[in-house]
């Protein structure tokens, strides 16, 4: 997973306050904040680039739901890898938490790939 950010097309973009709250908003809540902030401020480009990640880390999360579903039939393996990517998915939120506040244009490697599929404008 990659952590850089990008500032270099977005040097002269001043984010707000405002737009700032709408892209924790976004990733706060995957896939429903990310809408929300579609719908309700479709010119916000920074929380507009959130909710594209939000939705693809909503993905991400149902691709998980469902490899654990299906390890449910190995027992030993079961507990531990379920684990290992609860414990994964929750680190990759709580980062994604802290960079929407830090107003950076954060690239999480699968998560982003996914959301330049989607149609997320690039940082």
Do not use: C
């Not at 990640?53 to 507990?79: E, Q, Y």
């Not at 954060?106 to 998560?111: E, L, Q």
Request: glycine share 4%.
């Amino acid at each position: 997973m990659s952590l850089s950010s990008s500032s270099s097309s977005n040097e002269n973009y001043v984010i707000s306050d405002d737009e700032k709250l709408w892209a924790f908003i976004a990733w706060l809540i995957p896939l429903i904040g990310g809408i929300l902030a579609l719908v309700l401020k479709p010119s916000y480009k920074f929380a507009k680039y959130w909710s594209y990640l939000s939705i693809s880390f909503f993905i991400i999360i149902i691709i998980a739901n469902v490899i654990t579903i299906l390890l449910r039939f190995i027992p030993i393996l079961d507990l531990f890898i379920s684990i290992l990517i609860g414990l994964g998915l929750f680190i990759v939120w709580i980062l994604g938490i802290l960079k929407s506040l830090q107003k950076v244009y954060w690239k999480p490697k699968v998560i982003y790939d996914i959301a330049q599929l989607l149609g997320i404008e690039h940082a």
